[in-house]
């Protein structure tokens, strides 16, 4: 382990791979209330991973930039949705680590920032925007590469970042996290039945299934809580195989003993609606459901449709009485206060 005088950062090796402290970790698994069907909810507060007002992209980050650092890199690019809160926790590693970061976004740029773009302009990133829609994953992809390749031929050396942050290497963080997850379990003598949390890019989902993997394959099988992703972007639902890959492909480059199957991934599309980002009766619900019962923050994109698909779950009867359900709030409450006109 070091801390770089220049970048006040921690660094270490973890199975092999770089990584750079960023997230406040472990983040706090807190009591529920009783949920229908008499099941219990807990909440693993990945809102309150702290790294820029936080969200679930600060563990992917910390390998992703451990990576970066590694390389020489002297910038970060990345790309998301207009309110990405991936990218403005890359602008916010940025700021920690002293790299230039460039982010390639869906739409325009508003006269007036807010939400997650006026946080990446404070943590001092470009923000590219490309007149793209909001869900137009291929050509915002395109565009991250012919940035990098521009950058590239301005003699800067950078480490470019896939949407969400879902590559092996990212998908690390969460693997982390499913381990911690069940140490505290284990601590607070319960065994999760589920962990359900909102799934798009699929990196969360892919590092959640490797870490459930690899504790299958050490026999740590007392408490193995199953995953259910809710599904709030139409390619995560077409993507099915390519998050058996990546978790595959995770638990390979560090190095962990750990077969993933078919039938360990599980996404739950019914909690889409018409399209990513575009509000349900079900997600608005579960907002004032989240604030009232727990004074959780959900947003409109991720976590509410999360948390309708949870407790629309519960209510369809997926848990029996008396077991544990534990939802990850990944965060994204900084699109809370973006003005929806
Ligand atoms: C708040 C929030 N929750 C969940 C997700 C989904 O994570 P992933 O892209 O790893 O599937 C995101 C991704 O942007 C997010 O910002």
Redesign the pocket.
Known sequence: MAVDPNRRVVTEIWQGQPRVRLATLPTHLERGPVLAGQSLLWVKRDDLTGLGMG???ARKLEFLCGAAVASGADCLITV?AGQ???CRMTAAAGALLGLEVHLVLAGDRPAVLEGNQLLSERFGAHQHFTGAGPAEWGLLEIAREDLTEELQAQGLKPYSIPI?G?TAVGALGYIVAYQEIVEQAVALNLSPKSIV?????????AGLVAGRAHMRALGRTEVLPNLLAIGVAKG?VAGFPSVKELAQESLAIAGLPGEVLDEDIEVDARWLGKDYAIPTDASQAAITWAAHNGAWVL?DV??AK?MAGLLGNATQGRWASGEDVIFIH???SPEVFVRHD
């Open positions: 969200g679930n992209k998301g990405s809160n991936h969400g879902s949390f909102t799934s798009s890019s699929g990196g969360t989902h995560v947003d991720y976590t999360g990944t965060g994204g």
